[in-house]
Nanobody, 123 residues
């Protein structure tokens, strides 16, 4: 499966942004999906995930209540709605996928990655 993120850009603190990740392939509905981010000079960190089977969602504590992950299997797309963005959330946001992911918060669970989309939050 190939993943292509979009929707990044420059916003001000407190603004909202919605990222999209379009996936190729006919079995998208069988892939668990996740968003990770990597700020300059920092390690990649988990943001949110959604299971393919139950639709259960998982969030990093830092984004819980502000970010929402969702998926549209008919469009082969997963979304990340980000509200009340903070300057420290400036990062490249990556979409990840895997049909066998179980450690939802761990990057090693996902074998397929997009190229990333840059989100810059100004103060």
């Amino acid at each position: 499966v190939q993943l292509v993120e979009s929707g990044g850009g420059l916003v001000q603190a407190g603004d909202s942004l919605r990222l999209s990740c379009a996936a190729s392939g006919r079995t998208f509905s069988r892939y668990s999906m996740a968003w990770f981010r990597q700020a300059p000079g920092k390690e990649r960190e988990f943001v949110a995930a959604i299971r393919w089977d139950s639709g259960t969602t998982y969030y990093a504590d830092s984004v819980k209540g502000r970010f929402t992950i969702s998926r549209d299997n008919a469009k082969n797309t997963v979304y990340l709605q980000m509200n009340s963005l903070k300057p420290e959330e400036t990062a490249v946001y990556y979409c990840a996928a895997d049909p066998g992911a179980t450690a939802w918060r761990r990057s090693y669970s996902y074998n397929y990655w997009g190229q990333g989309t840059l989100v810059t939050v100004s103060s």
